[in-house]
């Protein structure tokens, strides 16, 4: 039986060294469980005695000191002796290999294909059968000690080539490099920042028996709970029927389930800043980020995530949120742009059929230009929404239902306008607006053990105003439908990383200004009033995505 033991022990000691810095404690405990019970099977063959011989002594203290062992009699320690010496030579070239780098990374590549159609009011058409996109996700992660660890994520989305007068990027005019939605829209070949974050946790706060974190930094605030069943990840931080935008911010977060009793149960403080107001450095007329009175002031936003019950099968999870200083266009810069944007087509379409001249119409893209609206401060706004989660239907009915989830989600926003010409979403009231969103996901009839199916419903209503830009859907936000939205997708598995997707949306607009910003740009027009406004868009949506 010493003779266990002080193999075991150096074993380990040896182990612990070699793997500190390349495997995780998690497999570190696996191999040392993998190899007692090879120890303890040996010592069945050999039969308990305290006795031991002098030269596997000094073989087992030569080993703890790192030494090179003395040749020993019995047969199966030399074979064991050989077996932690590859496992030292393994940890070792491993070491060299990673030059001392403990950030893990992953890799999430996609390759997708959207088919994009369009219905205007008035009948007419738009379309893109074949946008093709490479998305590409490098994530790392690096945990020094048992309370700190850093995330980050690195993002690249661009479309296939590249497009007609190198205009893909559409950022002169344009907002597709906005900071909420910059690795969402297919931009250029650079590489951008979609997450940066350290995270400290600790198991008590001040002194009480409460788990708690706090994260600093740019927040995984996309695919959230809910729109993560449909893209097959893990769920990130915001309720995403209400918030799913790129932002920089903080939160803390305690766990209290021993305080409340309530199984499962969280709470979660978060905040952040989505603009800025602050001068250029070298600016000519103002001190380098110093206030500029001139602009829109900061966009910040302050909440709470809060889960009640989480049993693992059965959960409810609440989020509330105000947002400051929304930004939007007023009433009189937008109605001048849209008639100088009016005045530009009808020149254009003249210019085509010869009765138009040149000259007028570079001076319409001149007006066109001068009259783009700036971002105005147009108001504040509260948000409210609970989730219901059900994972595996039921209790023992099935293995289908079993394997089943089920959501139903229900969101409130409401307005609260500053006096901007326009008001928020086009009024000077507070205006409320709700929506409900229905999601099933269920494995696959045919290949239940490596595809899955689901069927989503969303409805919002005339004011209904989510910040969900970020939602990563080429026709539009489903989720911000004012109308109604369906959503049927399959996830099918190939490999253990190698995945393929196939979902179809249909989306039908009750008014305007679905995925519009919050001033009277946003404004709730009924559609058949607007007759260039896109009374229905669907999308059918083809991607292999690779994940290690």
Avoid at 102 to 114: E, L
Avoid at 251 to 259: C, L
Avoid at 464 to 491: C, H, L, Q
Wanted: hydrophobic share 35%; aromatic share 12%.
């Amino acid at each position: 039986m010493k003779r266990s033991i002080i193999a075991l022990s150096a074993i380990a000691a040896m182990w612990s060294s070699s793997f500190a810095s390349t495997i995780s404690q998690e497999d570190l405990m696996k191999q040392i469980e993998a190899l007692k019970a090879q120890i303890s099977a040996l010592e069945s063959k050999v039969g308990a005695t305290e006795s031991t011989s002098k030269a596997n002594k000094e073989s087992l203290e030569k080993m703890m000191k790192g030494e090179t062992p003395v040749t020993v009699s019995d047969e199966r320690f030399k074979k064991l002796e050989k077996k932690v010496s590859r496992i030292d030579r393994t940890a070792k070239a491993a070491k060299i290999q990673s030059a001392g780098d403990n950030i893990k990374w992953d890799v999430d590549f996609r390759t997708r294909v959207d088919n994009i159609q369009y219905k205007h009011s008035d009948g007419s058409k738009s379309r893109n059968s074949n946008l093709m996109t490479n998305r590409l996700w490098l994530g790392m992660a690096y945990k020094p000690d048992d309370n700190s660890i850093f995330h980050g994520l690195l993002s690249y989305n661009k479309a296939f080539g590249d497009s007609a007068d190198h205009s893909q990027s559409n950022t002169n005019p344009g907002y597709a490099d906005f900071d909420w939605v910059t690795n969402e829209n297919a931009l250029d070949n650079e590489l951008k920042v979609k997450e940066a974050y350290w995270l400290y946790t600790d198991k008590t706060l001040f002194g009480a028996d409460i788990p708690w974190t706090v994260s600093v930094g740019r927040r995984p605030s996309t695919d959230g709970l809910g729109i993560n069943v449909r893209d097959d990840q893990k769920r990130k931080s915001p309720l995403s029927h209400l918030v799913n935008v790129e932002f920089d911010g903080f939160s803390f977060k305690m766990d209290t389930e021993k305080v409340t009793g309530f199984t499962g149960s969280w709470f979660k403080i978060c905040g952040g800043r989505g603009l800025t107001n602050a001068t250029p450095r070298f600016d000519m007329f103002g001190d380098a980020y110093s206030k500029d009175d001139t602009k829109n002031e900061d966009v910040d936003m302050l909440g709470f995530i809060a889960v009640p019950y989480d049993d693992g099968q059965y959960s409810v999870h609440m989020q509330y949120a105000h947002a400051w200083n929304l930004i939007g266009f007023d009433e009189t810069s937008y109605n001048q742009f849209m008639g100088a944007y009016q005045n530009y087509q009808t020149t254009y379409n003249s210019y085509k059929t010869g009765s138009a001249t040149l000259s007028s119409l570079n001076d319409a893209a001149f007006s066109l230009n001068a009259a783009s609206p700036s971002f105005k401060d147009v108001g504040d706004m509260d948000m409210a929404t609970v989730l219901f989660k059900v994972d595996g239907i039921g209790d023992g009915i099935s293995d289908y239902l079993d394997d089943t989830k089920f959501f139903t989600s229900f969101a409130m926003t409401r307005t609260n306008p500053s006096g901007t010409s326009g008001g928020m979403l086009g009024s000077d009231e507070s205006k409320t607006g709700y929506s409900y969103w229905l999601g099933v996901d269920a494995p696959c009839l045919l290949t239940p053990d490596t595809a899955r199916i689901g069927l989503e419903f969303n409805h919002g209503s005339q004011y209904w105003r989510p910040m969900t830009y970020g939602e990563d859907t080429f026709a539009g936000s489903k989720i911000a439908t004012r109308g109604d939205a369906w959503e049927v997708y399959r996830n099918q598995k190939i490999t253990n990383s190698l995945s393929w997707h196939l979902s179809y949306l249909y989306m039908k607009y009750d008014y305007t200004g679905s995925n519009s910003f919050f001033g009277y740009d946003g404004k709730p027009f009924d559609i058949e009033d607007v007759p260039s406004a896109i009374e229905k868009a669907q999308s059918i949506t083809a991607y292999v995505r690779y994940r290690f």
